[in-house]
Nanobody, 128 residues
Framework: QLQLVESGGGLVQPGGSLRLSCVAS????????IGWFRKAPGKEREVVSC????????GYVDSVQGRFTVSRDNAKNTVYLQMNSLKPEDTGVYYC?????????????????????WGQGTQVTVSS
């Protein structure tokens, strides 16, 4: 059973940076696409970024394009989300999720439905 644990969240001033980590245990991430999602208070959960199993395909929601960078180290069973130039509207609980059988195998999905394993989330607060 794949388990995901996020870390790296915290309180940061606008313009600051954070690096989130998503560490997997119980199974390999080698064949899974990974998505990062966030849930802000009073808002619906939204996708932030996704990365395919081989890092061949990477995507970002428009609001974070150019500021966030997703990467993965399959040898460490870990996926990262580097967040720079943070804004107050980036505040929320950030979740990583694994699509263990991505279709196509070289892609990743912005839709939450294919993701079958989720972490517990890490809080990111951007405030002065």
């Amino acid at each position: 059973q794949l388990q995901l644990v996020e870390s790296g969240g915290g309180l940061v001033q606008p313009g600051g940076s954070l690096r989130l980590s998503c560490v997997a245990s119980g199974s390999t991430l080698d064949y899974s696409a990974i998505g990062w999602f966030r849930k802000a208070p009073g808002k619906e959960r939204e996708v932030v970024s996704c990365i395919s199993s081989s890092s061949h395909s990477i995507g970002y929601v428009d609001s974070v394009q150019g500021r966030f960078t997703v990467s993965r180290d399959n040898a460490k069973n870990t996926v990262y989300l580097q967040m720079n130039s943070l804004k107050p509207e980036d505040t929320g609980v950030y979740y990583c999720a694994a699509d263990s059988d991505p279709i196509p195998s070289y892609g990743c999905d912005f839709d939450a439905a294919p993701y079958d394993y989720w972490g517990q989330g890490t809080q990111v607060t951007v405030s002065s």
